[in-house]
C-alpha cells in the first residue's frame, strides 16, 4: 500500500517531501523517474542501490515494489542515517541500509541483486567490473554521470564488460521557479543516465 505521505502509486515523490542534509546528493524527481524507468523493475527485484545518497531511490523503489528487496549502500555513516530516516517516513519496510564503501564491501550482502543503480562512488570502473559478478544472466546495471570522465569510465566499462542492449539518456529538466515577482523556468544540471545487460 502507498504510504500515508505519498498516498500514490505512481512514483515521482516532490523532493521536497524528503529530509535531506546540506552537501548531500539528491536525485531530483525527474531525474528519478528516468532512473527507475532504465531499471526495468519486476514486483520481486532485488535491487543494489551503490552510493544512495539521500535515499529517493530506495524510497521510490520501495513503494513501486512492495515484493522487492532493496540494499542502500553508502559509506559515510550520517548519510546511511538519514536514508533510514527517509524511509521511515514513508514507512518503506523492504529497505536494508548497508553501511560501507563499494566494491569492498558488495561480498558482505547478503542478496544477489537483478538490478543495480550506481549513482556515486570515484572507483566506478571498479564498483562496475565488482557488480558484473554478481549479476545474473539479463541482469541489468544503471549508472549516472555528471561529468565527462565518469561518462568515459562508464561506456569504456560496458564496453569491457561485453554489456548489451546499452543505452544512454540525457536529462533537460527545466522547472518553474519564483524569483521575486516574476516566474521563471531554471535548468536543472544535466545527468548522463547509462544502462546495460548481461546477457551471458
Known sequence: MPSKLWPYITPGIPDELFEHLPGIPLSGREVRLLLISQLRLKPDSVLWDIGAGTGTIPVEVGLLCPNGRIIAVERDEEVATLIKRNCDRFDI??????????????????????????????????????????????????????NLESLYAISQSFSQLRARNIEVVQSAVNRLETRGFSQIFVAADPIFILSGEKLD
Open 93 to 146: 519496510k523492504n529497505v536494508e541500509v548497508v553501511e560501507g564503501s563499494a566494491p569492498d564491501c558488495l561480498h558482505d550482502l547478503k542478496l544477489a541483486p537483478h538490478r543495480v543503480c550506481i549513482e556515486g562512488g570515484r572507483p566506478i570502473q571498479d564498483i562496475l567490473q565488482a557488480v558484473w559478478h554478481y549479476l545474473p544472466p539479463s541482469g541489468r546495471v544503471v549508472a549516472t554521470a555528471v
